[in-house]
């Protein structure tokens, strides 16, 4: 019997140092194998773990290095892409700097007249306030890329809306000779009042700069159990084709972009009407350009 006894303990001892031993070449071959996923990125040989606690272990480890991976390249996407937009903010800077410094050394040359310091302080003012809006609507777009910026549900009237976006764009378009005709009734949607009159102000801005002198530009409305539409038609030369896919990306500047274009106010105007469960689209319609805003009364 005390025989039985030392065979049994001999067998267990040698069963328990062997799969001890097993283990250990296990987790050898583990460590192995996530140093060759992440020093060359070969993936982990799961079948080879088919079954206990090291499969479970080895499945969680590439679930996590995979999640690392999908991480890192994420961060280098947003790296890349804050470069670009800091190239494009430098370029977009540049221009009205360098006019500034010209607009300085001019101011500093002795001969200058009174009414040559009058223009040139002129152009310093238009060029400084190009700067404060560029900077200010980069702010902008920065807070509602975050989140950071929290949108009323307001019920908003159409026409309190189409009022407040044109009242900027008086003076200029009584220059210009040109028309802005209202159609809409008691259209309303859920929105904020101010974004929306500041996204609206920049696609009416866009119109204004692109229909010629004498030209009209033209707002109607309606409003559906599924949506409140507002249209927005001038009668202008209307977009190119090749502009159409890319009227809404930052510092996008076609062929026919007016002089001291920044290619940011449109990508504002989507930025707002879109985080207010909205949509925006762009094309040509009978005289020019058509812009049509949809605000949904359900989330789609």
Known sequence: MTGWFVCTALLLAVLFLGQRR???????KLNEDLDRLLQQGIPLPIDQYREGELSILANQMEKIT????EN???????????????ADISHQLRTPMTAMNLAVTMLRGPEAEHQRRMEL????RTQLT????LVETLLKLSKL????ISMKAENVSVRELIDLAAQPLAIPMDVRDQKLQIACGEER????LSWTAEALGNILKNCMEHTPAGGSIRISAEETPIFTLIRIEDTGEGFRPEDLPHLFERFYQGKGACEGSYGIGLALARAV????????????????????????????
């Open 22 to 28: 097993y283990y250990r070449r296990q987790l050898r």
């Open 66 to 69: 995979l999640r690392l991976s």
């Open 72 to 86: 890192a390249e994420r961060i280098q996407r947003e790296k890349e892409t804050l470069a670009d937009s800091l």
């Open 121 to 124: 302080t002129a152009e310093l």
């Open 130 to 133: 190009r700067m404060d809006w």
């Open 145 to 148: 890329d975050a989140g950071t």
């Open 189 to 192: 949607f859920r929105g904020d």
């Open 273 to 300: 009407i879109t985080a207010q469960n909205g949509t925006i689209q762009a094309g040509n319609g009978e005289a020019g350009a058509c812009f049509l805003l949809k605000f949904y009364k359900q989330i789609v």
